[in-house]
């Protein structure tokens, strides 16, 4: 494995930081140095969005759409062929399990596949008006786009934002999770030799308050992608708003998962435990609060006791169910979400096994089953960002609707159910930028648009309605006679 220089990527080229200072990467599966990143501050952001701007003037702004795509189509083909490589690397740095880190790879290169052939698929519209006028609409790009990532999923959030911004046309500042940057670093350097013109995709590491917040509120940025925290992105918000820019806030879920009880339940059960401990519950769209119709109660908490009794946790490149959490502060902060929880009263049900070779400095948290949680609990309503699963009761469609939207998030919810009134009865009722009916998450398809309501964020990602986002409509009228 090929660890990539402590470098930011600006204008092309790979280079230190203005001020030199450098950030260490530990692996979280063992606590032991991994790697350094470049510190970057105002100044390298600074760097990068002039880069960028000079990119729009340059090659880059005056390739056609279909040129675009190719290059993004030659992005990725080199992701596809370096996959194994990038989820080694991704195992290593945030501590995902190999398969999943592989299926992420995938996932990224097939964002770049998708947004590459999509590129010139977008046209505007001819509008009927007065006499002696002819109307149009054009897709234009916004110009510089900032994308700030999480570290949660950062090869598919980089190939779902930047895919799309690119095929619109912008040039783009990427500043990655300070946790999770190696593998975009490695992602920048394959578009350079896939033939994107230098400025394109420029990438700034470093930390969020001295990256991150001068990217969100440069006056030449003018569209910013965040997926993150909702406190973050409250801020993000503010700072482009300063600008007058849009922004794409992509937050934080409490996703349900409604079984009622004529589900088909050899068909849910794997669904109800990989969503919650999927990437060790550090998924936006984790399905972490079940709710199980009464008649059913009993034999979904044992057969989900018996799964949870059995999932291992352990170092990332030995995949298994569950990884490490991605550093020493996120494994404290889910260590007492579950400390809170058992002080309380409430029961732990099944708690599955750190393997007793993992490495004593990785940052492991073994998975815990609670039920029956009160919905109004800490552990119902915060997003805990761990492998923590809370099983609620409930009786009856009004009631699972009423527990289902009683958060402040809404990104993903799914029902399991054999009534085909009941599966869009619910459709429509839950709170959720997606459904999913007897199934979680439709295989994560790169088509399928995403995004939540609420404090879940606003705007789409995925799918071709991300790229509606990645332009602005101008209007345009001819006056002929
Ligand atoms: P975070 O909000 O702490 O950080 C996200 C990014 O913002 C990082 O790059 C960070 O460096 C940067 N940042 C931090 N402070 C900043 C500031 N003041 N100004 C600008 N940038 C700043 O989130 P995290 O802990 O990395 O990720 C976990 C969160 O992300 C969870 O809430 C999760 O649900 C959410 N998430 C959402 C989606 C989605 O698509 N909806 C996907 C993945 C993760």
């Known amino acids: 494995m090929t660890v990539p220089a402590p470098k930011l990527l600006i204008g092309g080229a790979f280079q230190d930081a203005a001020g030199g200072e450098r950030i260490p990467v530990l ?145 783009c500042v ?20 896939a033939g994107l013109p230098e400025g394109a995709l420029n990438i700034v590491t470093g930390y969020g308050e001295e990256a991150g917040a001068p990217l969100a509120s440069h006056p030449d940025v003018a569209h910013v992608s965040f997926t993150g925290s909702v406190l973050v992105g409250q801020k993000v918000q503010e700072m482009a708003a300063r600008n007058v820019v849009p922004v794409t806030l992509e ?70 169910d569950v990884g490490p959490i991605v550093n020493a502060r996120q494994r404290d902060r889910v260590k007492g979400f579950i400390a809170r929880a058992e002080a309380g009263g409430a029961a732990v049900l099944a708690r599955g096994r750190v393997l007793d070779d993992a490495p004593s400095g990785g940052f492991y948290v073994a998975p815990a089953l609670f039920g029956p949680v009160d919905a109004d609990a800490e552990l119902a309503r915060d997003e805990i960002f761990g492998p923590v699963l809370s099983l609620i009761p409930f009786e009856g ?19 399991w159910t054999r009534d085909g009134g009941r599966q869009l009865r619910m459709a429509k009722r839950l709170r959720a930028g997606q459904v999913f009916v007897n199934n979680y998450g439709a295989g994560g398809g790169v088509e399928l648009p995403f995004g939540g309501v609420g404090k879940s964020g606003h705007g789409r990602e995925k799918g071709f309605e991300a790229l509606y986002g990645f332009a602005q409509l101008k209007t345009v009228a001819v006056k002929y006679e």
């Not at 990427?174 to 030799?193: C, F, W």
């Not at 399905?287 to 009993?298: A, K, N, T, V, Y």
Request: hydrophobic residues 45%.
């Open 27 to 171: 692996d979280p599966s063992t606590g032991e140095p991994l790697a350094e990143l470049a510190r970057g501050r105002a100044a390298d952001i600074d760097a990068a969005v002039k880069a960028a701007k000079q990119a729009l003037d340059g090659p880059w702004g005056r390739m056609t759409a279909t040129e675009r795509g190719r290059v993004l189509t030659k992005i990725a083909e080199g992701i596809l062929s370096r996959a194994t490589d990038l989820a080694i690397l991704e195992a290593r740095d945030v501590g995902k399990p190999h398969a999943q880190a592989k299926a992420d790879a995938l996932a990224c290169a097939r964002y770049f596949e998708f947004y590459g052939g999509a590129a010139d698929k977008v046209h505007g519209d001819t509008i009927p008006y007065q006499a002696g006028y002819q109307v149009m609409t054009w897709y234009e790009p916004h110009g510089v786009t900032g994308h700030i990532v999480p570290w949660n999923y950062p090869m598919q959030i980089i190939g779902r934002s930047v895919g799309a911004a690119l095929a619109m046309g912008n040039a």
């Open 174 to 193: 990427v500043k990655p999770g300070e946790d999770a940057s190696l593998t975009a670093l490695m992602i920048g350097k394959i578009a350079l030799e």
């Open 251 to 320: 937050l934080g879920g409490k996703s349900p998962q409604l079984v009622f009880a004529d589900a088909d339940l050899e068909a849910a059960l794997p669904f109800l435990v990989r969503a919650s401990v999927q990437n060790a519950g550090q998924t936006c769209s984790a399905g972490s609060r079940i709710l199980i119709e009464r008649p059913i109660w009993d034999e979904v908490v044992s057969a989900l006791v018996e799964r949870f009794s059995a999932l291992t946790v352990g170092p990332a490149l030995d995949d298994p």
């Open 397 to 415: 469609e009004e009631e699972a609707v009423r527990i289902a939207n009683g958060t402040e998030y809404g990104l993903v919810a799914g029902v």
